[in-house]
């Protein structure tokens, strides 16, 4: 059971150039989220997801896109990066989007912008 | 709009003793919850407990337990009988009832466990 797999572990990018970070769950589960983690700081709600097809923004969208084709996949697309995307992202999934059901969060995804 | 704050960005405590974080939260819903994540150095976020508002009796789980003063917004984390596994940050987050709702995250308390 992988539950939430994120890719890649660690990157950096150049200013202004773009990159994807993966996020895949096998359990099912309805809603996806991405997190920013910045130093010292807690996690902010960049974009999040109920269901295929279905997206919605969070506190810190821009600069960033995102897409659910499929209900296992949530992909999110960092357009023209910029140091101030330099971060710790996290995916998250749950079976619904209440307090009722707990997050699973994956392992993090460290980006770098030079 | 929810905060929550957690006022204590760094602490520490001897192995085997207790130690409590705290939290605090501003919100107009009535009914939520609450939770205490961990994040170890291997940056696994993994949920710790949880209290739903409406239940008065405090959760626990094993060594970890909460106060929670509704009146008072407040939802502190008791550690007893201290662990070196238990160095982490710790989160504080609350989201309100109903679906599509928004979790939101305290800033953190680094807790390190002293041999």
């Known amino acids: 059971n992988a539950g939430v797999t994120q890719t890649p572990k660690f990157r950096i990018l150049k200013i202004g150039q773009s990159m994807t970070l993966q996020c895949t769950q096998d359990?099912?589960?309805?809603?996806m989220y991405w997190y920013r983690q910045d130093p010292g700081m807690g996690l902010k709600l960049i974009y999040y997801?109920?269901?295929?097809?279905?997206?919605d923004k969070g506190e810190v969208p821009n600069g960033y896109n995102v897409s659910r084709s499929t209900t296992e996949d949530f992909p999110l697309r960092l357009e023209l990066a910029a140091p101030s995307q330099t971060s710790v992202y996290f995916c998250?999934?749950?079976?619904?989007?209440?307090?009722?059901?707990?997050?699973?969060f994956g392992a993090g995804s460290r980006l770098t912008v030079l | 709009a929810q905060t929550v704050t957690q006022s204590q960005p760094e602490m520490s405590v001897q192995e085997a003793e207790t130690v409590t974080l705290s939290c605090t939260y501003d919100?107009?819903?009535?009914?939520?919850?609450l939770f205490w994540y961990k994040q170890p150095p291997s940056r696994q976020m993994i949920l710790v407990i949880r209290?739903?508002?409406?239940?008065?009796q405090n959760a626990t789980e094993n060594r970890f337990s909460v106060n929670f003063q509704k009146a008072a917004k407040s939802f502190s984390l008791k550690i007893s009988d201290s662990q070196l596994g238990d160095t982490a940050m710790y989160f504080c987050?609350?989201?309100?009832?109903?679906?599509?709702?928004?979790?939101?995250f305290g800033s953190g308390t680094q807790l390190t466990v002293l041999p």
């Open positions: 998250a999934s749950s079976y619904s989007g209440t307090g009722a059901n707990v997050l699973t």
């Open positions: 359990m099912n589960h309805n809603y």
């Open positions: 997801s109920v269901g295929a097809g279905i997206t």
């Open positions: 919100t107009s819903e009535n009914n939520y919850y």
């Open positions: 209290q739903e508002a409406y239940k008065q």
């Open positions: 987050a609350f989201i309100p009832s109903g679906s599509a709702r928004q979790l939101t």
